[in-house]
Nanobody
Framework: VQLQASGGGLVQPGGSLRLSCAAS????????MSWYRQAPGKQREFVAA???????NYADSVRGRFTVSREIAKNTIYLRMNSLKSEDTAVYYC?????????WGQGTLVTVSS
């Protein structure tokens, strides 16, 4: 299983980014696919998940600003991030929870700064 995250970068407060996580060896449909993030000096925390038939779940800190989605044909999940704040600065990781185990991608850095 491989998870390739991309799309991070530098963005100003109030701006938007879309992260992608391309999966191989595991289907994004039918498995729980999640985004986590880890800010400097902090523990990794849950951000958002898309589950099974397509239900979604969000951390309170991002609900209403972030949207998780998936494109089954490309076996890819996305995280659309709007109204970004400085406290959203972190390395963002995608995670797959499958029948045979849990898998993590390598992370992509998002920096929100003016």
């Amino acid at each position: 299983v491989q998870l390739q995250a991309s799309g991070g970068g530098l963005v100003q407060p109030g701006g938007s980014l879309r992260l992608s996580c391309a999966a191989s060896g595991i289907r994004v449909s039918g498995n729980t696919m999640s985004w986590y993030r880890q800010a400097p000096g902090k523990q990794r925390e849950f951000v958002a998940a898309i589950i099974g038939a397509g239900a979604t779940n969000y951390a309170d800190s991002v609900r209403g600003r972030f949207t998780v989605s998936r494109e089954i044909a490309k076996n890819t999940i996305y995280l659309r991030m709007n109204s970004l704040k400085s406290e959203d600065t972190a390395v963002y990781y995608c995670k797959a929870l499958g029948a045979r185990g849990t898998y993590w991608g390598q992370g992509t850095l998002v920096t929100v700064s003016s």
